[in-house]
C-alpha cells in the first residue's frame, strides 16, 4: 500500500494498493468508529506524520467529516465491507461503501438503511446489481468510458452525492485515529452480518469509442 507520509497533494486513493472508505451520512465520527468495533475513547486527533505503529494482525481506522456525512477509511482490513459495518453505518441512512483489495479486486455498495440498494465492480458493468435513484453504476461506468480511472470515477461520483470531496489534505491532515489490533476477534465475537446483495441488473454493452 501507499505509505502514509508519502501523501503529497498529487496523492489520490487509486495510488494506494488497498483500502476500504466509507461514507456515512448523519453519522458523528464516533458514531463511526463504534459501527467498526473501535473504541472511539481511545482514539487520537493525528496527522499522518503521527501516526502509530500497528499490530501485524491489526489495522488503523482514521475517521473524519465531510460536512453532513462522516467518513472511515484503513488501508489493512477492509472492516468497512463488513456486513455488520455496513448495517451499522447506514441505519436509519444511507452509506456509499469503496473498496479495493490488494489483489486488485475493486467493489462499490451502496447502501439504504441496512439493505444493499447498489452493488458493482467499477469499471466491470456486467458485475452491477441493484438500481437506485443515484444510478451509480451508471455514473461511474459513464466516467470510465470518458478516460478515468476505475477508483477516480467511483470518488466523483460519490461526490456528485455528498457534495464534498475527500482530497490527499484531508488524510495528511488531523483525524481521529485508533488502532484496532485484533479485527478478527471483533468480528469472530460480534457474529458478522451477511446483506443479501441485490439481483443482477441490466447492463447495456459498452459502445465503442469514445464521445467528445
Known amino acids: 500500500m501507499m505509505k502514509r507520509e508519502e501523501m503529497s497533494g498529487s496523492w489520490s486513493l487509486s495510488d494506494s494498493i488497498q483500502f476500504c472508505l466509507t461514507i456515512s451520512l448523519n453519522k458523528s465520527p464516533e458514531e463511526v468508529m463504534r459501527a467498526y468495533g473501535a473504541d472511539a475513547g481511545r482514539a487520537q486527533l493525528l496527522t499522518a506524520e503521527?501516526?502509530?505503529?500497528?499490530?501485524?494482525?491489526?489495522t488503523l481506522l482514521r475517521v473524519g467529516s465531510l460536512g453532513r456525512w462522516s467518513f472511515g477509511i484503513d488501508y489493512d482490513y477492509h472492516i468497512g465491507s463488513k456486513g455488520a459495518v455496513?448495517?451499522?453505518?447506514?441505519?436509519?441512512?444511507?452509506?456509499?461503501?469503496?473498496?479495493?483489495?490488494?489483489?486488485?479486486?475493486?467493489?462499490?455498495?451502496?447502501?439504504?438503511?441496512?439493505?444493499?440498494?447498489?452493488?458493482?465492480?467499477?469499471?466491470?458493468?456486467?458485475?452491477?446489481r441493484g438500481q437506485s435513484v443515484?444510478?451509480?453504476?451508471q455514473q461511474v461506468e459513464e466516467l470510465v468510458s470518458a478516460g478515468f480511472g476505475a477508483i477516480d470515477a467511483s470518488l466523483r461520483a460519490a461526490v456528485r452525492r455528498t457534495g464534498r470531496e475527500l482530497t490527499a489534505d484531508h488524510l495528511r491532515g488531523p483525524l481521529l485515529s485508533?488502532?484496532?489490533?485484533d479485527p478478527d476477534f471483533i468480528f469472530s465475537d460480534r457474529l458478522d452480518v451477511q446483506l443479501p446483495f441485490p439481483e443482477m441488473s441490466r447492463v447495456?454493452?459498452?459502445?465503442?469509442?469514445?464521445r467528445l
Open 134 to 137: 443515484h444510478q451509480f453504476s
Open 86 to 128: 455496513m448495517r451499522d453505518l447506514s441505519a436509519g441512512g444511507e452509506s456509499l461503501i469503496l473498496y479495493q483489495t490488494a489483489k486488485a479486486l475493486k467493489c462499490f455498495d451502496y447502501v439504504v438503511d441496512g439493505k444493499i440498494v447498489e452493488h458493482f465492480e467499477p469499471g466491470e458493468p456486467r458485475t452491477a
Open 50 to 58: 503521527r501516526l502509530p505503529d500497528i499490530p501485524l494482525q491489526g
Open 178 to 181: 485508533v488502532v484496532i489490533e
Open 204 to 210: 447495456k454493452s459498452r459502445q465503442t469509442g469514445r
